[in-house]
C-alpha cells in the first residue's frame, strides 16, 4: 500500500520534475536541494495542471478538423508532459534572455536579474575583450571564448592571446588558437571597453 501511494505521488509530480530538470539542463541556475525540488516540482505540476483543462479544449476545436484519439487517461498524461516540457522551455528562455526581469527593472519593481550571480551577469552581457590578472603577476588579454559559470571553479578559454607586460608592451601568442586558463589562478577580470574591441576586430 505505500509502495502504492509514492509510485502515485511520484507519477503526479513526474511533470513537474521534467519541468524543473529541463530547466536546470537549460541554464546556469545550480541545482537546490532535494527538498526545494520536490516543491518546485510540486508548483510546476500544479501550474501544467491549471493548463490541461484549456489544452483539452484545444484539442478537441482541433478535433472537428483532424481526429487523433480520445481524450482518456493516457492521453491526459502526454498532454501533461507536453505542457511540462514547453513549461520548462519557456522558463529557461526568460532565465536567460533576462526579458522578464528587464521588464520588471523598468518600472522599478526589482534590481536584480534573472541570472544566477553577478558574475554570470556580467559575463553574458559584457562581450567584449578581456584581460586575466594572473596571482603570479602576469596579465593575459584575449577574448573569452568559454569562461566559468561560479568565480570559484572552472576555466577560461581564452582566444587570440595576448601576454601584457609591465611597461605595457604586448606579445600576441599567434602561433595559439587559445589558452585554458583555471579561474583559481585569476586575481581579477578586466573588461576592454567596445570601441578598443571594434578596433581589435576591424584589424584582424
Known amino acids: 500500500m505505500l509502495s502504492d501511494n ?11 520534475f521534467l519541468s524543473a530538470w529541463i530547466f536546470y ?7 537546490p536541494s532535494q527538498f526545494e525540488r520536490t516543491v518546485q516540482a510540486l508548483i510546476f505540476t500544479f501550474i501544467v495542471q491549471i493548463f490541461i483543462s484549456p489544452f483539452h479544449w484545444l484539442l478537441g476545436a482541433a478535433g472537428n478538423i483532424i481526429v487523433l484519439r480520445p481524450w482518456d487517461l493516457m492521453s491526459e498524461g502526454f498532454a501533461s508532459l507536453f505542457l511540462a516540457i514547453l513549461l520548462g522551455i519557456t522558463l529557461a528562455y526568460f532565465t536567460n534572455s533576462d526579458s522578464f526581469h528587464k521588464q520588471l527593472r523598468k518600472i522599478g519593481f526589482t534590481t536584480r536579474t534573472s541570472h544566477p550571480s553577478e558574475w554570470y551577469y556580467v559575463f553574458s552581457q559584457k562581450v567584449t575583450f578581456i584581460i586575466l590578472h594572473l596571482k603570479d603577476g602576469r596579465r593575459l588579454y584575449g577574448w573569452p571564448k568559454e569562461w566559468p559559470v561560479e568565480p570559484g571553479k572552472g576555466q577560461f578559454y581564452i582566444m587570440d592571446p595576448s601576454w601584457i607586460l609591465e611597461d605595457g608592451t604586448e606579445i600576441k601568442l599567434l602561433k595559439l588558437d587559445g589558452i585554458l586558463i583555471n579561474v583559481e589562478d585569476v586575481q581579477w577580470v578586466e573588461f576592454v571597453k567596445s570601441d578598443e574591441r571594434r578596433d581589435e576586430k576591424s584589424d584582424t
Not at 509514492?6 to 513537474?16: R, Y
Not at 539542463?25 to 541545482?31: A, E, I, N, Q
Open 6 to 16: 509514492f509510485l502515485a505521488i511520484v507519477t503526479f509530480l513526474l511533470p513537474g
Open 25 to 31: 539542463g537549460l541554464t546556469s541556475h545550480p541545482k
